[in-house]
């Protein structure tokens, strides 16, 4: 959970991390909630409830709750473990243990199914899912596909642009003379051992793509490299969810100079400096949007434009054309 | 549509597997009655711990992924195989009472059709490029170009020294890549369609089976009893097709990105999706099942099953021992319950073993080699 943290929070860490979990979906837990108690008030009065064939689930509910409100959602350990295992960012999965999704259904199911006549049944399930729709939002993957944000327009269901643009670099790259070079140390090495496969992790093209495309370049396409890694990029994008920090990383550094330099984010930069962190990167090829690509920069760093695709440049660096 | 139609083979594959592995299991067995949906669901968490077992020995081994497609390939036709010998009585009596089952669940048969034909839509419709998907699919295109198992960096293609504890021990992701080494489609199109299309379906079985556990002997008191069609079977069942159009329609309106629901519908291609979904529910289910007095050593069978699936799917697996300590144990403590007590650790021992091993190479004392 981005910036919900033990040293920020204390013993509020677990509240904050439940507040944030349920979010405006908060009615799922109130359902259950609501649910166990008026179960367990019957439960308390009437024999019957106790004998009944659901009040066991309702046992179970409040077991699981009782039993995590001591242990895995107890404020006090969970202030001193969480950060010791490295659990800060995900330790919303904690709640995953509370059937809640379940546990409110049986309890609306059970509203739905125990009434006497079939109408009043009815009628419920439409207050309910009246009450749904105006209380809660929809599900954002579910709303981004209703907005039609989110259709695939390709069967790998990536950007449109990927796979031109995975072709272009290939393409390019093959006809370079570091390819054909990669390929004849390649021939004879054992990628099991180590120098072998930094040997074959070296002889793919490294690139930098825009933050829109970098994440699906390498499901789509897993023989090209790239110069960030996940993490970094993310950091790179001012997302904190990992909980990493890369301020002193040297590679990230450079790399980050790399972006503001091609995007025209940072005048200081000079081309001297953007030549030697394109080298100590090893990035070969540089993907950037056609309207915002700082060529001036990039053609005095030494840089070539080898095509246009899709409303994007390809520049390559430090090879040569067989 | 090339490869549209080669997708469709793989589809119809995993879920036959599943239903084929699960009869074998009963037949061993012996002692359960034979439901299509439990054989499946049970099939699936067998399937997936089989899977695991060989992965990591191959992973670990620094074996190809060919030879472990290869392996795989073999298993399936064995699972094929001893299904159809096992399990053709079990189906043939299934299918001659199946009018009588789709009767019983008059209207809800529509909506237990409806709401798998909706889930499944959404996720074969729904796209996205998250980091998270960069990571879990980027692990399947990685294993299938270099043809190795967890030791290039799926996000940028270096070489690792070591693998990552935290994801080289739960295999989930290499399936992806088996599958579309088999069948020869892009690892994206089984990655994000194929696995995510079963993954939901799974949920959904699962989400049923749960509505099952829970509405056992649902209406018996309700003087509703009149003829076999409106039996306490009957109503069950149709209490749980409610119980998974009301499952439904909250993942429908999961507004936050960490409930369950958005991990179904937007990451169903991701272990943790399979873990919140699938497992998660099976062992409340059984939890459900131990506070109603059914310690058979069956449960904890199952619950082995869906641990050792569990630790295939993610690391999140840890959280199924959670809640079966705070569902189960205390229940067989309370209840004195001594010998059923050692079966519970047995039961979580693919977690334990994986929480230890995870434990061991964070502390520096197992260090997992990914190069020779």
Redo the contacts between chains.
């Keep these: 959970m981005s910036g919900v943290t033990v040293s920020a929070y204390g013993l509020r860490f677990v509240a904050e991390c439940l507040k944030t979990y349920l979010g405006r979906s908060w009615p799922f837990f109130a359902v259950a909630l609501c649910g166990m108690l008026l179960h367990l008030v019957l439960a308390v009065k009437m024999k019957t409830v106790r004998a009944g064939d659901a009040w066991p689930v309702s046992k179970v509910l409040w077991l699981i709750l009782i039993c995590m409100a001591l242990t895995v959602c107890n404020p006090f350990p969970v202030r001193k473990i969480v950060p010791r295992f490295g659990m800060t960012t995900v330790y919303y999965r904690v709640f995953w243990v509370f059937p809640l999704t379940a546990g409110a259904a049986w309890y609306l199911t059970l509203l739905w199914t125990r009434q006497k006549k079939k109408i009043t049944g009815l009628l419920l399930f439409g207050i309910c899912l009246a009450a749904l729709v105006f209380l809660v939002p929809l599900n954002p993957g579910v709303e981004n596909l209703l907005s039609r944000t989110a259709l695939p327009t390709n069967v790998y269901k990536v950007d449109g642009a990927v796979p031109g643009l995975c072709s272009a670099v290939h393409e390019d790259y093959e006809r370079t003379r570091e390819y054909a070079a990669a390929m004849e140390e390649l021939a004879g090495a054992d990628l099991k051992s180590a120098e072998g496969a930094e040997l074959f992790a070296s002889s793919l093209p490294r690139c930098i793509f825009p933050f829109k495309l970098e994440f699906a370049v390498r499901q789509y396409d897993a023989g090209i490299a790239l110069s960030f890694d996940r993490n970094m990029r993310l950091y790179y994008e001012g997302n904190r969810s990992t909980g990493l920090s890369y301020k002193g990383n040297r590679t990230y550094r450079q790399c980050a100079l790399i972006l503001r330099g091609m995007y025209g984010l940072d005048d200081t930069i000079s081309e001297k400096e953007m030549k030697r962190c394109l080298k100590k990167t090893g990035t070969d090829y540089l993907i950037v949007e056609t309207e915002l690509a700082n060529r001036l920069l990039l053609e005095r760093s030494g840089c070539e434009l080898v095509t246009q695709s899709a409303g994007y440049d390809i520049y390559r660096f430090g090879l040569t054309k067989a | 549509m090339d490869?549209?139609l080669r997708a469709i083979p793989p589809l119809i594959l995993q879920p036959a597997l599943f239903l084929c592995l699960g009869s074998v299991v009963m037949r061993i067995r012996k002692r359960e009655t034979f439901r299509l949906s439990s054989a499946a669901l049970l099939g699936c968490f067998v399937y997936y711990s089989l899977f695991e077992a060989l992965c990591l020995f191959f992973e670990l081994r620094?074996l190809s992924l060919h030879a472990l497609s290869r392996c795989m390939a073999a298993v399936m036709a064995v699972i094929l195989a001893a299904g159809i010998v096992c399990g053709r009585k079990a189906w043939a009596v299934c299918l001659t009472r199946l009018g009588e089952k789709l009767k019983s669940h008059g209207f809800g048969l529509w909506i237990v059709l409806a709401v798998t034909a909706a889930s499944v839509l959404?996720v074969l419709?729904?796209?996205?490029?998250?980091?998270d998907?960069?990571?879990y699919?980027?692990m399947a295109?990685?294993a299938?170009?270099?043809n190795?198992l967890g030791?290039?960096?799926?996000?940028?293609?270096?070489?690792?020294?070591v693998f990552k504890a935290r994801y080289a021990l739960s295999c989930f992701p290499y399936h992806s890549a088996v599958m579309a080494d088999l069948f020869r489609i892009?690892?994206?199109?089984q990655?994000?369609?194929v696995t995510s299309a079963v993954n939901v379906l799974m949920a959904d079985i699962a989400?049923y089976r749960?509505?099952r556990v829970?509405?056992?002997?649902?209406?018996?008191?309700?003087g509703k009893v009149r003829s076999i069609v409106n039996g306490p079977e009957t109503?069950s069942r149709?209490?749980a097709d409610?119980?998974l159009l009301?499952?439904f329609?909250?993942?429908?309106?999961?507004?936050?990105?960490?409930?369950?629901?958005?991990f179904l519908?937007?990451r169903s291609y991701e272990g943790?999706a399979l873990?919140?979904n699938l497992c998660?529910?099976c062992v409340?289910a059984l939890?459900?099942s131990c506070?109603?007095g059914n310690y058979d050593r069956m449960l904890f069978r199952n619950l082995f099953w869906i641990c050792f699936a569990g630790v295939c799917f993610s690391a999140?697996s840890v959280?199924l021992f959670?809640?079966s300590?705070?569902?189960i144990l205390?229940?067989l403590l309370f209840r004195r319950r001594w010998k059923d007590l050692l079966l519970f650790f047995p039961g979580c021992l693919p977690v334990l073993l994986w929480a230890g091993v995870y434990y061991m190479t964070q502390h520096g004392m197992l260090y997992l080699s990914?190069?020779?």
Excluded: Q, W
Excluded at chain 2, 186 to 189: D, E, H, K, Q, T
């Design positions: 490869i549209l620094l959404i419709l729904y796209t996205d490029a998250s980091a998907s960069d990571y699919v980027g295109s990685t299938l170009f270099t190795t030791r290039f960096d799926p996000t940028s293609g270096a070489a690792l020294p892009p690892v994206m199109v990655a994000r369609s989400v749960l509505g829970l509405f056992t002997g649902h209406g018996r008191r309700e109503l149709r209490a409610l119980f009301a499952v329609l909250l993942n429908l309106f999961s507004s936050t990105i960490y409930l369950p629901g958005i519908f937007t943790k873990i919140a998660l529910p409340f939890c459900v506070m109603r999140s959280f959670v809640l300590a705070c569902g205390p229940v990914a190069v020779r």
